[in-house]
């Protein structure tokens, strides 16, 4: 894996989560947490799906990685909604 294919796959779990987190509603953090998300979603989105035996939609293939965008997406907004549960809201001043 070169560094574009590295910086484009870190770019489309970016835009993953960020659609994860608006989905769900919950806005903490920026870009980088919605890499992070994006990523935890599409391992959370790719797992569902094999358990649940349901196929690949609109998967991405960067370089030698393939990156389901479809499973990272609701994989994202799983986890938020989780994370929105645990978390407290926070306060405004």
Same mark, same amino acid.
Do not use: C, K
């Given at each position: 894996?070169?560094?574009?294919?590295?910086?484009?796959l870190l770019l489309i779990a970016g835009v993953c989560g960020a659609v994860g987190k608006a989905i769900a509603g919950f806005s903490r953090g920026g870009f980088l947490a919605s890499i992070g998300i994006?990523? /935890?979603? *599409?391992? !959370?989105?790719?797992w569902l799906a094999g358990n649940l035996g349901l196929p690949? /939609?609109?998967?991405?293939? !960067?370089?030698?990685? *393939?990156?389901?965008?479809?499973? *990272?997406i609701l994989g994202?907004? !799983?986890?938020? *909604?989780?994370?929105a549960l645990v978390l407290k809201p926070r306060r405004l001043a």
């Open positions: 894996m070169n560094l574009l294919t590295f910086l484009l994006g990523f /935890i979603g *599409a391992l !959370i989105g790719s690949s /939609i609109l998967v991405l293939d !960067i370089g030698s990685t *393939a990156f389901p965008v479809v499973w *990272a994202s907004v !799983i986890l938020v *909604a989780l994370l």
